[in-house]
């Protein structure tokens, strides 16, 4: 086991109350309000899906001081720190400018790298290291441009070049090369926002063809993972990652189709943006999340701070350091409540958080803060704490924090209902209808007027549709109706 090394506290320990009280704790600017307990060992950990490695609660971010770094910052520092302090799920991207070179700096010292003389392979098994691509091809694609993504890799890469050039920022040389035993935890294909990127990421999904002009990414990824070559785009057959999964920060009907088409289950984990406005846009927690959860896939959450937007920063993305949010929490909302909330959210493993930065004086250090409020148990709050959340998180900037969701979209009727009949009956099918600002509760399938069937929601995991067959009674032709009934008892509906 790696060693812990947590900060003493030299103040007086802070009495932790409910947490329904702690909606009303007030914080001082600087960071906190009063001083914090140290963090518990071991730290709490959950498991991570169908993975099935235990992920502690809190996981460290990729971006924030890592990739934009303020003056007196040693991004270097903060990830032996998490690291120290026992976090084991670190993410990273090909999009974060030095991020991995950081984090492959912070490896070396930590002997996390092969065939360096202070490697500790079992230490490296101990840890969840995740990059990500923008790519979303492996080859072809050029003529697309709306779609195939971009990196900051040298112009005409595809997603394996992303997957090699991580390997070698973090573990290698940084100039292609690295050690025979290095290896990503896992992959995510990054910020999913549009149908069309679903198409392209999946062309040769199914039945691979390594003389196809393009060949979407995630075939590409497979292979090494798989240590197969059925896109001709392995020639070596390595193994170079253990897990593939997917991020999106926007339209969660586009998230919901991805893992429905992903007819093997070669995604196991999702990265999504959740945090306590999420209810006053096109909302996660009742529609991708569920779907992932009923898939057993690992579930990351981010923007628990809205990219900071929930505090300083203007909603909007970062890209440079002054966008770097070096002090979380205010009076009116305290920023422990922000980070259960986002970890209490069903279906949640770990929430990543970027540290702006980090200091011995627990009081000042972000990292240690985040890590203490992120021991908490699935189901740390009731509904009407998480509802006295959302009242607060709701007057950040009028609710206009998550400026990367897209806007909110009601209970929609059942999706693509249609009726088949014959002289036996009819065949009724539908797809998932879109949650509001409640969870879905039921189906119901009306006759001529009359309630047939209710029919308890479920998640649709795959692309086979709902259905409910009636028997033919009688000579008339009948009408039917398919309603949804979300957990608020309002409806929405749909004539076949």
């Known amino acids: 086991m790696k060693p812990q090394n947590y900060p003493q506290n030299s103040r007086r320990q802070f009495l932790q109350k409910s947490a329904l009280l702690a909606v009303g704790t007030a914080l001082a600017p600087s960071l906190f309000a009063s001083g914090i307990p140290v963090n518990p060992a071991p730290l709490m950990k959950r498991t991570f899906g169908r993975t099935g490695f235990k992920v502690t609660t809190l996981g460290l971010g990729g971006q924030s001081s890592l990739q934009w770094t303020p003056e007196n910052i040693d991004p270097i520092a903060i990830i032996e720190k998490a690291y120290n302090l026992g976090v084991n799920y670190f993410d990273t991207s090909n999009v974060y400018g030095p991020s991995q070179v950081n984090y492959g700096k912070a490896f ?7 065939g360096t003389p202070n490697y500790d392979s079992s230490r490296r098994k101990e840890i969840f290291l995740t990059s990500k691509t923008m790519l979303r091809f492996g080859k072809g694609g050029d003529d697309r441009p709306k779609v195939k993504g971009n990196s900051n890799g040298p112009a005409g890469s595809k997603a394996l070049d992303d997957v090699r050039r991580s390997l070698s920022q973090i573990f290698g040389d940084g100039s292609g090369n690295y050690p025979k035993d290095a290896y990503l935890d896992m992959v995510l294909i990054h910020n999913l926002n549009k149908m069309e990127e679903v198409d392209a990421l999946y062309e040769g999904y199914e039945k691979p063809d390594p003389n196809a002009p393009s060949i979407g990414a995630l075939a590409a990824l497979r292979d090494v993972r798989d240590g197969t070559n059925q896109t001709g785009l392995n020639p070596k057959k390595e193994k170079l990652i253990r897990h593939v999964g997917f991020s999106g920060h926007n339209d969660t009907a586009v998230m919901m189709e991805m893992i429905q088409r992903d007819s093997e289950d070669l995604l196991d984990a999702m990265l999504v943006a959740i945090n306590a406005n999420d209810k006053l846009y096109f909302n996660m927690q009742y529609n991708v999340i569920p779907v992932a959860a009923a898939k057993n896939m690992g579930i990351i959450a981010m923007k628990v701070f809205a990219d900071g937007a929930m505090y300083s920063k203007k909603a909007e993305w970062s890209n440079k350091v002054s966008h770097v949010v070096l002090e979380v929490g205010s009076s009116e909302l305290p920023a422990n409540n922000l980070i259960k909330y986002s970890l209490s959210t069903p279906g949640i493993h770990t929430a990543i958080i970027g540290i702006g930065k980090i200091s011995d004086d627990p009081l000042q250090c972000q990292l240690s803060y985040n890590l203490k409020y992120a021991q908490v148990k699935p189901n740390a709050l009731r509904e009407v704490e998480r509802n006295k959340i959302e009242l607060l ?33 009819a065949l009724l099918s539908w797809h998932t209808a879109y949650a509001g600002d409640a969870a879905i509760d039921r189906y119901e399938v009306w006759q001529d007027g009359k309630l047939l069937q209710e029919i308890p929601f479920k998640p649709q995991t795959t692309k086979e549709p709902y259905s409910f067959e009636v028997k033919r009674t009688n000579g008339a032709r009948s009408s039917f109706l398919i309603k949804v009934v979300d957990k608020k008892n309002r409806e929405a509906e749909v004539k076949v």
């Open 108 to 114: 070396s010292r930590l002997g996390l790298v092969p």
């Open 393 to 425: 998180a709701e007057k950040a900037k009028e609710g206009k924090t998550n400026y990367f969701q897209k806007t909110f979209q009601d209970l929609t009727p059942p999706r693509e209902a249609k009726v088949f009949r014959s002289d036996k009956g």
